[in-house]
């Protein structure tokens, strides 16, 4: 069977849900797709794996984001193919759906770039899944390092941008405050993380200010720096780097770098960097009708020429910028070039540091004001009241008591194909 709407958005992250919630707001007919029936807050993933918030602060059901956009209908699914030039989707059940416009929002997926190893032993942190499977990992391996006189725990992380930086800084933090207080201080002393980057520094994108900053903030909290060596294999029990040595780690997650997904590859569109479609300036694809493509799996220029970042900032004011064309299209109007409002960018190194580099100016802040301003900024971003509410309260409980909000975790620990994780309560 055939359904037809006006919009169909497939991919329910930063781009999509904006979308979705301006068109919805007009009144535009929309069906928004999604492999999962809620939006997850990727920014904050990796507090998830670190057990410093709970899942359910950061996976807000979509059927509560829209609840009151009666003609925005949120299906659950997961889209196997899109055919951009028929403007057609065929999810895995084999639902066929006809857009009248297609918006393909799907995001991105980890990039292992070949790596040997890497797809089947190292851990991505992409979504919900994602941190729940490194979550009970490390805490497996730490229950099992406590039974054991001389047990120990490595973790080596890849990537020393800011997922990575924020990766090893809290998982080095957890072992300074979190392992001393509720396992030994004898463990926590066998406990390292390793933050690897074939580049020579740490926030690559940042200034050297903030650069020096977030690497002896690093350093302090116990994080070991390999940098300027690229991983060449992830095996078992760690990886090789360029030069042929070896850093030793039970478990390696890999924030590596993304690249889009099968679904933009076989969409029929033109890939350019990353996989990604290179997109004209109103956010549509060239060479096809009546498609947009957003956020993480786009290649997006402002209308300054500019060439944007993967960013959720990105992802949300593309998202909402088409949402404008696409009315214009539907009202037979002109589309305006996509003009991005560059509010600047910030890393969470630690408790009570942070660097941030504000708007187009690059204000710097390092340190407790950075920290505050990160806290503040992820907070407004968050999704629902109650979401930012058990944000607050975990942040509260986990910065000044120093207590993880879930010491119990529970999930896979093997790499196992990705699945779906349930939505927070
Ligand atoms: C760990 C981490 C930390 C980050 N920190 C920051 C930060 O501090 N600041 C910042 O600005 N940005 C940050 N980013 C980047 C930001 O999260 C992304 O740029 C943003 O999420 C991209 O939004 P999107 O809508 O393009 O894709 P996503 O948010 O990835 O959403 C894509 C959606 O598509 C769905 N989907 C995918 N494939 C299918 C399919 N086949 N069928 C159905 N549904 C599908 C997915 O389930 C998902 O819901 C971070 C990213 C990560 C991973």
Redesign the pocket.
């Known amino acids: 069977m055939e359904d037809s709407y006006q919009v169909v958005i497939?991919?329910?992250?930063?781009?999509?849900?904006?979308a979705a919630k301006e068109l919805g707001r007009k009144g535009v007919r929309v069906l928004l797709?999604?492999?999962?029936n809620y939006?997850?807050?990727?920014?904050?993933?990796?507090q998830v794996a670190t057990s410093q918030i709970g899942v359910s602060a950061i996976a807000r059901p979509l059927r509560s984001v829209f609840r009151r956009l009666k003609t925005v209908k949120v299906l659950t699914?997961?889209?196997?193919s899109v055919d951009a030039a028929q403007r057609s989707i065929t999810?895995?059940s084999g639902q066929r759906l006809q857009a009248e416009i297609l918006v393909i929002?799907?995001?991105?997926v980890p990039n292992f770039f070949n790596t040997p190893g890497a797809e089947e032993l190292a851990f991505p942190?992409?979504?919900v899944t994602d941190a729940t499977r490194l979550g009970s990992g490390l805490t497996r391996l730490l229950d099992q390092a406590d039974n054991s006189p001389d047990g120990f725990v490595d973790v080596v992380v890849v990537g020393g941008g800011?997922?990575g930086v924020?990766?090893a800084g809290a998982m080095a933090e957890n072992i300074k405050y979190v392992v001393r207080k509720y396992f030994s201080p004898a463990l926590a002393a066998r406990c390292r993380v390793h933050l690897v980057d074939m580049v020579p520094s740490v926030l690559n994108m940042f200034s050297s200010k903030s650069q020096s900053y977030a690497t002896e903030h690093l350093k302090k909290v116990g994080v070991q720096l390999h940098m300027g060596q690229g991983v060449t294999e992830v095996r078992k029990d760690g990886v090789t780097l360029a030069d042929g040595s070896s850093v030793p780690g039970q478990i390696v997650v890999w924030?590596g770098g993304?690249k889009a997904?099968d679904?933009v590859a076989g969409s029929g569109l033109a890939q350019g960097r990353g996989g990604r479609i290179d997109v004209d300036t109103d956010l549509t694809a060239p060479g096809v009708e009546g498609v947009y493509v957003?956020?993480?799996?786009?290649n997006i220029t402002d209308s300054t020429g500019a060439k944007l970042?993967?960013?959720?900032?990105?992802?949300?004011q593309a998202?909402k910028w088409a949402a404008s064309n696409i009315i214009a299209d539907l009202k037979g109007g002109t589309r305006t070039p996509f003009r991005y409002v560059d509010k600047g960018?910030?890393?969470?190194v630690g408790r009570g540091a942070a660097v941030a580099e504000l708007g187009r100016k690059r204000i710097q802040l390092q340190g407790v004001f950075a920290f505050l301003s990160w806290l503040l900024v992820?907070l407004a971003l968050l999704s629902g009241l109650q979401q930012k509410i058990r944000a607050l309260f975990s942040w509260l409980n986990g910065y000044i008591l120093h207590s993880p909000a879930q010491v119990v975790v529970s999930g896979p620990v093997e790499k196992e194909p990705r699945e779906q994780a349930p939505p927070g309560p």
């Open positions: 497939v991919g329910a992250g930063f781009a999509g849900v904006a797709i999604d492999a999962n939006h997850q807050f990727q920014p904050l993933l990796y699914a997961k889209v196997e999810t895995e929002a799907v995001g991105a942190l992409y979504s800011p997922t924020e990766t924030a993304l997904g679904l957003l956020g993480d799996c786009a970042p993967q960013l959720g900032s990105v992802a949300q998202g960018y910030m890393a969470m992820h």
